[in-house]
């Protein structure tokens, strides 16, 4: 099955099963008094949302390259993350402000029923479910997008967990103040997993790579290549789940031009061995000992950190 495809796939399982236990426990939620277990609905349905920008991102991916988009629309996936830590966010904003407002507001606070301990406990095992089969199929086939949304999910376990607590706490000391308190909890916790959801996909947005071990295989791959010399200019970038290589490499000046070119298709091969998912590889040949003074992007071996022995 294409990647695009498992992605839906996936998708759409998060979309059904989140829409059942979003309007299971806003409706449980809302007749047993609880303000937690309403507060776990309105998270489950964010993740109906989280799951349809997926599902379309992934339509999106599956377009063929273009003259306007000639690498593709891979990056789709990042957006797609990026649009998810958003969403995310206001869900626990908008969550925190109404907290606060009822609190403020000092309207009579009611002790929630039994009832939201059960909803709460179903919540927990659907949730596990759903984020084992978005963590699966993420990790299989290296898409941010729906690892964030499995990571969200996974999130919302500690969230019904917690509210399973304060409904125990709530309904044995006959506080209602305890079920608020950790509403507003439940808020901070989502607006700090958005945060990080946004801060990581910023990385691939701006070309960068937050595994930096991948420059020790790319020198390790050309300096296993017979001819090929002091590796320099190397760049990697994301594109989706694949890899997109440029560097420059030196060969002895008084080769003839094929068996320059050989020594860099040897380079690619060697890369492409050391790597998976690799889109595409550029190699610049150069005369050995090369000086160019103007040249600012990329890396050379001495600016990463040695092998670890």
Known sequence: MRREKKIIRASWWAIVGNGLLAAFKLIVGFLSGSYAVIADGIDSSTDIVSSLVVLIAARIIARPPNVKFPYGYNKAD?????VLSF??????????YSTIRILAEGSVMVTPSTLAIWVTIISIFGKLALTLVLFR?????????????AKNMRNDI????SVLGSLLFTILLQE?????????????????QAFKIFMKSNIDLMDGID??????????AVNSVEGAHNPHRVRARKIGNHYMVNLDIEVEPDLSVKEAHDIARNVE???????KNIYDIMVHVEPLGNQEEDEKYGIKESDIEPHKK
């Not at 969403?87 to 925190?96: E, K, M, T």
């Not at 500690?158 to 967990?161: A, D, M």
């Not at 091969?269 to 790597?275: D, G």
């Open 269 to 275: 091969k060697s890369i492409k061995s050391n790597l």
């Open 87 to 96: 969403v995310i966010f206001f869900a626990g904003a908008q969550l925190g």
């Open 176 to 192: 209602p103040l305890i079920d608020r308190l950790i509403a507003l909890t439940i808020s901070a916790f989502i607006m700090y």
């Open 158 to 161: 500690l969230i019904s967990f």
């Open 137 to 149: 199929t993420g990790q299989k086939v290296e898409s941010p997008m729906l690892i964030a949304n």
């Open 211 to 220: 595994n930096t071990d991948v420059y020790n295989k790319l020198f390790d």
């Open 78 to 82: 990042t957006v797609a993350t990026k």
